[in-house]
T-cell receptor, first 113, second 113 residues
Framework: EAGVVQSPRYKIIEKKQPVAFWCNPI?????LYWYLQNLGQGPELLIR????????DSQLPKDRFSAERLKGVDSTLKIQPAELGDSAVYLC???????????FGQGTRLTVV | KNQVEQSPQSLIILEGKNCTLQ??????????LRWYKQDTGRGPVSLTI?????NTKSNGRYTATLDADTKQSSLHITASQLSDSASYIC????????????FGGGTRVLVKP
């Protein structure tokens, strides 16, 4: 069974440019998460989806971050414009509804220069 | 204040030796507590999951314990191997928040030959 797939693995952009990350969750998983992980720290939740509905986006900086999960499967996370402080690893995870076991993708390492 | 605190932040051990990582949490009531292993450049992978009523769970050379009264958990690594070098993250699932995952900052373990 394929795991959570994220792309790209790495991205380097100049500040003020837009960037987008893509996540394909495990087939059949209704819950999808986007996390931000700074170096040496644990992941921090940005947004959680139940199917296509964002049920927890309280930690998403909405002035520059946006996310969507059309059709309740794949998801994209966008930053526009990117700032130097956005350099981090962006992790996507998914789980079955009612099951708190979350499976993580390998992440996208973003470097803003 | 982080609701899940881990210690130590990092440690170095010699191959073949044992070590114990600590996790203190204030999140309550929780659905479960889990330990994840995160290799460099990879997403976290679940090692153990314990519910409120469980006080120990093993996965090979990894043994997790849980004391719900003192809100403490530990992860014991037996006969460490070079491949155990990674970050170990304690995660608590908060029942009252729809099983929201709260991550600790992780303990970075380096196993030296």
């Amino acid at each position: 069974e394929a795991g959570v797939v994220q792309s790209p693995r790495y991205k380097i952009i100049e500040k003020k440019q837009p960037v987008a990350f893509w996540c394909n969750p495990i087939s059949g998983h209704n819950t999808l998460y986007w996390y931000l992980q700074n170096l040496g720290q644990g992941p921090e939740l940005l947004i959680r989806y139940e199917n296509e509905e964002a049920v927890d986006d309280s930690q998403l900086p909405k002035d520059r971050f946006s996310a969507e999960r059309l059709k309740g499967v794949d998801s994209t996370l966008k930053i526009q414009p990117a700032e130097l402080g956005d350099s981090a690893v962006y992790l996507c995870a998914s789980s079955s509804q009612g099951d708190t076991e979350a499976f993580f993708g390998q992440g996208t390492r973003l470097t803003v220069v | 204040k982080n609701q899940v605190e881990q210690s130590p932040q990092s440690l170095i051990i010699l191959e073949g030796k044992n070590c114990t990582l600590q996790c203190n949490y204030t999140v309550s009531p929780f659905s479960n507590l889990r330990w994840y292993k995160q290799d460099t450049g990879r997403g976290p992978v679940s090692l153990t999951i314990m519910t409120f009523s469980e006080n120990t769970k093993s996965n090979g050379r990894y043994t997790a314990t849980l004391d719900a009264d003192t809100k403490q958990s530990s992860l014991h690594i037996t006969a460490s191997q070079l491949s155990d070098s990674a970050s170990y993250i304690c995660v608590v699932s908060l029942k009252a928040a729809g099983n929201k995952l709260t991550f600790g900052g992780g303990t970075r373990v380096l196993v030296k030959p």
